[in-house]
């Protein structure tokens, strides 16, 4: 099946600073989805990315389907940002829709 | 965008008892959906697909009478964990596609502590 890498698996900042997280797939996809999962366990749904540019306040995400990564920004880092981030694809062809997810990056804002 | 509720958020049971987990889409119609399980720090590991009308299928190495899936309506799907023993503790999470079958949608999830 499809395999969903995502890098780093932890990061810890100080509030301020900047981040880039990123998702590497190995097979084309139809579907990627960004989520934040709060500490009460809560999937927060950030973007659907499928490839392109998006942006949402602090947070954008690019992807690049023909490279097959998309990476996830987060500027200016605030304490509630902390949590964990997941990266979640469906592959092309996938007539069953099922979406395959990366083991997240757990990332801890610093007041 | 849509709506997807899950309930119980959290629930404690006897082992040897069963718990049954609501998954409904609230502004849509869902043909399928589906249930993940997550232990702790780990990433969400898909359990079953639900399909309206028609019999669930499920992932390599999960137990089909473990885990009863029924999608009765278009708008609900129910996971029941039958006999349920500690190991079984974990959190479930229902998602379901929008109608455009593009972007998914997940439930609240819910914190099943077995005893």
């Known amino acids: 099946g499809i395999q969903v890498e995502q890098s780093p698996p932890d990061l810890i900042l100080q509030e301020g600073a900047n981040s880039t997280l990123r998702c590497n797939f190995s097979?084309?996809?139809?579907?990627l989805q960004w989520f934040h999962q709060n500490p009460w366990g809560q999937l927060i749904n950030l973007f659907y990315?499928?490839?392109g540019t998006k942006q949402n306040g602090r947070l954008s995400a690019t992807t690049v389907a023909t490279e097959r990564y998309s990476l996830l920004y987060i500027s200016s880092s605030q304490t509630t940002d902390s949590g964990v981030y997941f990266c979640a694809v469906e592959k092309s062809g996938d007539r069953d829709d099922k979406i395959i997810f990366g083991k997240g990056t757990r990332l801890h804002i610093l007041p | 965008g849509a709506v997807v509720s899950q309930h119980p958020s959290r629930v404690i049971c006897k082992s040897g008892t069963s718990v049954k987990i609501e998954c409904r889409s609230l502004?849509?119609?869902?043909?399928?959906m589906f249930w993940y399980r997550q232990f702790p720090k780990q990433s969400l590991m898909l359990m079953a697909t639900s399909n309206e009308g028609s019999k669930a299928t499920y992932e390599q190495g999960v137990e089909k009478d473990k885990f009863l899936i029924n999608h009765a309506s278009l708008t609900l799907s129910t996971l029941t964990v039958t006999s349920a023993h500690p190991e079984d503790s974990s959190f479930y999470i229902c998602?379901?596609?929008?109608?455009?079958?593009?972007?998914?949608?997940f439930g609240q999830g819910t914190r099943l502590t077995v005893v």
């Open positions: 990315i499928p490839s």
């Open positions: 502004d849509f119609q869902a043909t399928t």
């Open positions: 998602s379901a596609p929008d109608s455009m079958n593009t972007e998914a949608f």
């Open positions: 097979d084309s996809v139809n579907n």
